[in-house]
């Protein structure tokens, strides 16, 4: 099983700053890797898939990086509603398998 | 609007059998992929199943596997997942998913997520 670590466990940050998100694989996951934002009692949603294309409807702010097993999600400049928690998804390998997850707060 | 809605949640008991659905509408719901991912309250997503488009293939995680059948019926656009010899450690919320446009096994869009607590 692939796994995915995700760094930092929660990052604090201001509306307006830079955000990076971290995700490494235990193995090349090559660049079959997504991310989705969950906010509190909603469903996740599907921001970036294989690594770098976004999803229908997400902003152009988030942007996604890396190949093999380091990932990165960056959001530019964060708006309000950009407070949630963040997961990176891997498909190269059953089971598919998520990191642990980034809570991005408002400092 | 494309939507996915699940039902069948609740409380059972340790051993008990729960069967949960997940109505699709707004797509082409026999084009799909099906997938269905769990989550304790407050913890991460876990993938639980995933079923092709027509039904023939079915994958299981293996803390389900022997335990949870994951069917689907076209006809009716409507995905199942039937529970059985269900654990305290089954307790969570399971989300039905659907496979994206560009790859089965991206998750777009998701249901809302249904409650199963396993509990005596």
């Known amino acids: 099983e692939i796994v995915l670590t995700q760094s930092p466990a929660t990052l604090s940050l201001s509306p307006g700053e830079r955000a990076t998100l971290s995700c490494r694989a235990s193995?090349?996951?090559?660049?079959?890797l997504a991310w989705y934002q969950q906010k509190p009692g909603q469903a996740p949603r599907l921001l970036i898939y294989?690594?770098?294309n976004r999803a229908t409807g997400i902003p152009a702010r988030f942007s996604g990086s890396g190949s093999g097993t380091d990932f990165t999600l960056t959001i530019s400049s964060l708006e309000p509603e950009d407070f949630a928690v963040y997961y990176c998804?891997?498909?190269?390998?059953?089971?598919?398998?998520f990191g642990q997850g980034t809570r991005l707060e408002i400092k | 609007e494309v939507q996915l809605v699940e039902s069948g949640g609740g409380l059972v008991q340790p051993g008990g059998s729960l069967r949960l659905s997940c109505a699709a509408s707004?797509?082409?719901?026999?084009?799909?992929?099906m997938h269905w991912v769990r989550q304790v309250p407050g913890k991460g997503l876990v993938w639980v199943s995933r079923?092709?488009?027509?039904?023939?293939?079915?994958t299981y995680a293996d803390s389900v596997k022997g335990r949870f059948t994951i069917s689907r019926d076209n006809a009716k656009n409507t995905l199942y997942l039937q529970m059985n010899s269900l654990r305290a450690e089954d307790t969570a919320v399971y989300y039905c998913?659907?496979?994206?446009?560009?790859?089965?096994?991206?998750?777009?869009?998701w249901g809302q997520g249904t409650l199963v607590t396993v509990s005596s």
């Open positions: 998913a659907s496979g994206h446009s560009s790859s089965y096994n991206w998750f777009d869009p």
């Open positions: 707004g797509f082409t719901f026999s084009g799909y992929w």
């Open positions: 079923i092709n488009s027509g039904g023939t293939s079915t």
């Open positions: 193995q090349s996951v090559s660049s079959y």
């Open positions: 294989d690594v770098s």
């Open positions: 998804q891997q498909r190269s390998s059953w089971p598919i398998t």
